[in-house]
């Protein structure tokens, strides 16, 4: 990189949950004397059934340099592979054109795998967010190591993560332990009080309330629909409980649940649904909610910081470290319901004020920024596979 000109850096989001992480990092990324923004948005952001959150972006005042469109009117999994085909035909096209010095990618979805896989091919310097983590319920898991071995800087948000991504390879003067980005925004964001969310919302309190989210596990034995099913029967049996839900991303089997959801809440006047809460929203829900009810990652990294109980089903989050805030269940209404009650119980919210989030206390947008003003990136896309020191290995035999 030329000493006169700015490091560009080509930032990927493609679903309003990667956004909302992502914006302070957008943000100081913008604000750097150093740092050129290239903003790029794909996926869900751009379609009109998941709301059109690329709306969002905006509105919060960044432009967007290039927008991929990927998304296939199907969400079976050859639909889903063909979205990922048209996304590298996408990304090539973009990333040739916008000649970025580093690709900033977050996560594990299949935009991410599309969008790196044509970063790799064309040379282009890769930095990977909250990689080392598991989620042995979803191919999600794959996605993700997948990207890590892609990746040249690596930004992880625990120390067992930091571990976890230099056994796969990575030299760990390149894997940078920074803490969770979710936390950044909760201790960030100007939430909203509860008159004005619940006229955001159109959405009334209770005396007990839940926020919903809950995503297609595409790794179940389970269908989709059996998936659904069992946590709308559970939601079903609760009495004096608002429902707040957020409609799944587009996933294998996302619409399936999206009918069915939109099919419970026309029946009960206490659920109501949302394509996009947006980051500000949902967050402010936390403030006032007794439960985060689903398997959202949010539900682990995010929840705990507000001292909010976290109903987690089934296995899409297994593997994640977790606090005591958290309370496993199985898919099955009975054990669903059990755990509700457990997080509406005085016992276990008396625990709540004392939690400690493992994903640290905030800061990691800020310590992303300053490495990326600072590393180097010469040679930094010819990589030497680490290998783990020989008494790691248990002997054979």
Not at 274 to 289: D, E, I, M
Not at 295 to 323: C, F, K, Y
Not at 330 to 356: C, G, H, M, N, Q
Request: hydrophobic share 45%; aromatic share 6%; glycine share 8%.
């Amino acid at each position: 990189m030329s000493a006169n000109r700015s490091r560009r850096i080509c930032v990927v989001t493609g679903t309003r949950a990667d956004y909302g992480l992502l914006r302070l990092v957008i943000d100081g990324i913008e604000k750097s004397s150093t740092l050129d923004l290239q903003l790029l948005a794909t996926g869900m952001h751009l379609s009109p059934e998941f709301g059109l959150t690329y709306r969002e972006i905006e509105g919060d005042g960044y432009a967007i340099d290039a927008k991929v469109e990927m998304l296939l009117d199907s969400d079976t999994a050859a639909g889903v592979a063909k979205s990922m085909g048209l996304g590298l035909i996408g990304f090539a096209d973009v990333l040739e054109r916008l000649r970025p010095d580093l690709l900033l990618l977050l996560g594990d979805r299949f935009e991410i795998l599309a969008a790196a896989s044509a970063a790799l091919v064309a040379s282009i310097p890769i930095a990977h967010l909250h990689g080392g983590e598991t989620t042995l319920g979803a191919f999600d898991e794959a996605i993700r190591h997948a990207v890590t071995k892609m990746s040249h800087l690596h930004f992880v948000a625990a120390e067992p993560y930091r571990k976890r991504v230099i056994q796969l390879g990575e030299h760990p003067d390149r894997v940078h332990l920074v803490g969770g980005l979710g936390v950044d925004a909760i201790r960030q964001m100007m939430l909203l009080d509860r008159a004005a969310l619940e006229a955001s919302l159109d959405f009334r309190f209770g005396a007990r309330n839940l926020l919903v989210t809950f995503h297609p596990v595409t790794l179940s034995g389970q269908s989709v629909e059996q998936q659904i099913d069992e946590l709308l029967a559970a939601l079903d049996g609760l009495r004096d409980t608002q429902l707040i839900i957020t409609l799944p991303n587009a996933d294998n089997g996302g619409r399936n649940f999206i009918r069915r959801i939109e099919a419970f809440v026309a029946e009960h006047q206490n659920a109501k649904a949302y394509a996009s809460l947006g980051q500000q929203r949902y967050l402010s829900c936390l403030k006032f909610v007794d439960a985060v009810v689903g398997n959202s990652s949010s539900g682990l990294t995010e929840a705990p910081s507000m001292g909010v109980a976290t109903v987690n089903i089934g296995d899409r989050q297994r593997g994640r470290l977790r606090a005591s805030s958290v309370i496993d269940c199985e898919p099955d209404r009975y054990d669903i319901l059990r755990a509700v009650e457990t997080s509406f119980s005085a016992a276990f919210r008396s625990k709540l004020s004392a939690v400690v989030n493992p994903y640290g206390d905030g800061g990691a947008s800020q310590r992303i920024v300053q490495v990326l003003e600072t590393v180097s990136l010469d040679g930094v896309v010819k990589k030497v596979f680490q290998d783990l020191p020989t008494e790691f290995y248990p002997p054979t035999g």
